[in-house]
């Protein structure tokens, strides 16, 4: 063959490449498939996306996205992104009812980048809203397989010290949650419910602030009063032996105060400091000597006794007994206290007015026999002194408190110019043994020239009122006269 023919025979076929290849070219597509790590760049006649995976064999798994989507026309310079999904699990602890979940453990399979996508593919998506902790952070990358962990806080009340506390905790008991709120707690306080209960359990945790404190009371021991009979003194003499002194017990006592408020005390010690001194008072036993004679029969008659009433005057027994005496027309000796007098000066007035006596019984009715001499001067002095200026009278008799008296009593009574007055009946009507018993002891002991020792003064003397009426009544239907002591 010639050259000639040779170089035609070339051009013809490089034609036919060209318009075969023009033709190729012409009905596909240039495209880049990005999966699995790799990059893919092909002409494709297919149609679709669909088409172009299957033709590269890229099998897809249902939840592995595509883009664009698979059924999207294949053209020239198109890109396609194949995502797989992978699998994780979502944990959460054992208070995954907060987020309302039945089961703690959740999986999603889905295309996923971070934990974040994660929980938010996931049931438990809630967790983003509440106070929560998260393993591994939420930022991590995803991996098939991988568990992202998620620990819910507990909200809590906290009651302590007058305030409210609250907080969420993740601590899985009451004591984990007062040690994340930074309460201090002493060995005393009470935690309600009790620190060992589980956290999900519980609303509100109370703590109390206990105290326990020791409190010293002193208690007063009341002395007692003991008579002893002696016959140095005569029957219805009375002399103080021995001045009665209260005691002191001092009590330590065990006190739980409970937020600033006492709930219980209970005695630990119990010490007497001060043992109590009980009063003696010498009773006399010696039987009075025989009363001087009756008065020979006369003008007057010769049966005569003498009422005698002291510790008064008092606002109401007085007047009472000065009514009753007004009564049977009879005259009664009353020995005064200065301090009663000044008192009630209208009730001293009166006695003098209707023509009964008036005899110094003391100021205050201390026992003569222990106090000292410029003591007994001032309670005798003053005495005088007062009802001189409210019952225009000057006392000349005397009659010793309790009876008591001895050798310097007397003698120095005796120097202010007054005359021991004592008696020889008593009732004991300041015990209040009754009206009855007062009148029986009465009329059991009365004879001619009796001095009968009553009292006005004091509390409770209603049953001397009432005795008196009665035994001014037998008295006077026995003949007898009732009359103010001779000389007072």
Request: proline fraction near 6%; include cysteine; charge should be negative.
């Amino acid at each position: 063959m010639s050259a000639r023919a040779v170089v035609s025979s070339l051009l013809a076929g490089l034609t036919t490449i060209g318009l075969a290849l023009g033709l190729y070219l012409g009905v596909t597509a240039a495209v880049e498939v990005h999966a699995d790590g790799e990059v893919m760049a092909v002409r494709t006649t297919a149609t679709d996306v669909d088409d172009l995976l299957a033709r590269l064999e890229v099998k897809l798994d249902v939840a592995d996205e595509v883009d664009p989507g698979v059924d999207t026309e294949v053209v020239d310079g198109l890109v396609v992104t194949v995502q797989r999904a992978v699998t994780a699990a979502v944990v959460v602890d054992d208070r995954a009812e907060v987020l309302g979940l039945d089961d703690a453990k959740l999986e999603v399979t889905a295309v996923l980048d971070t934990m974040r996508d994660v929980l938010v593919a996931s049931p438990a998506g809630g967790a983003m809203e509440t106070e929560a902790r998260f393993e591994p952070a939420l930022d991590a990358p995803v991996e098939d397989g991988a568990v992202l962990q998620v620990e819910i806080a507990v909200p809590v009340t906290i009651r302590v010290d007058g305030e409210e506390l609250t907080l969420a905790s993740f601590a899985p008991h009451v004591e984990g949650a007062v040690s994340e709120a930074d309460v201090a707690l002493a060995a005393l306080d009470r935690v309600d419910p009790s620190p060992t209960t589980p956290l999900e359990d519980v609303d509100v945790i109370t703590i109390a602030r206990v105290e326990l404190l020791e409190e010293v009371v002193d208690v007063v021991l009341e002395h007692d009063r003991v008579e002893e009979g002696t016959d140095e003194l005569l029957q219805g003499e009375r002399q103080v032996e021995t001045e009665g002194r209260d005691g002191i017990r001092r009590d330590t006592y065990e006190v739980v105060v409970v937020d600033g408020a006492e709930e219980s005390r209970e005695r630990i010690v119990e010490e007497v400091v001060d043992e109590a001194v009980a009063e003696v008072v010498l009773v006399g036993t010696r039987q009075p000597p025989p009363p001087p004679p009756a008065p020979s029969p006369g003008q007057d008659g010769d049966r005569v006794v003498y009422l005698t009433y002291d510790d008064g005057p008092h606002p109401t027994y007085t007047p009472a007994l000065l009514d009753l005496l007004a009564t049977y027309d009879a005259r009664a000796t009353f020995f005064a206290l200065g301090s009663e007098v000044e008192r009630y000066p209208g009730v001293a007035a009166r006695i003098a007015r209707e023509g009964h006596a008036i005899g110094n019984h003391t100021w205050s009715h201390p026992s003569l026999t222990t106090v000292s001499g410029e003591v007994l001067d001032r309670q005798v002095l003053d005495t005088q002194s007062v009802i001189q200026r409210t019952a225009g009278v000057t006392p000349t008799c005397l009659r010793p408190p309790y009876g008591a008296r001895n050798a310097t009593v007397n003698a120095r009574v005796a120097e202010l110019g007054l005359r021991m007055s004592m008696w020889n009946v008593d009732p004991e009507d300041w015990r209040r043994p009754g009206a009855d018993v007062i009148v029986d002891r009465v009329l059991s002991r009365v004879r001619p020239g009796a001095v009968i020792l009553l009292h006005d003064g004091g509390q409770g003397r209603g049953q001397t009122v009432a005795a008196t009426e009665r035994l001014l009544a037998s008295l006077t239907e026995e003949g007898y006269q009732l009359r103010s002591l001779p000389g007072c």
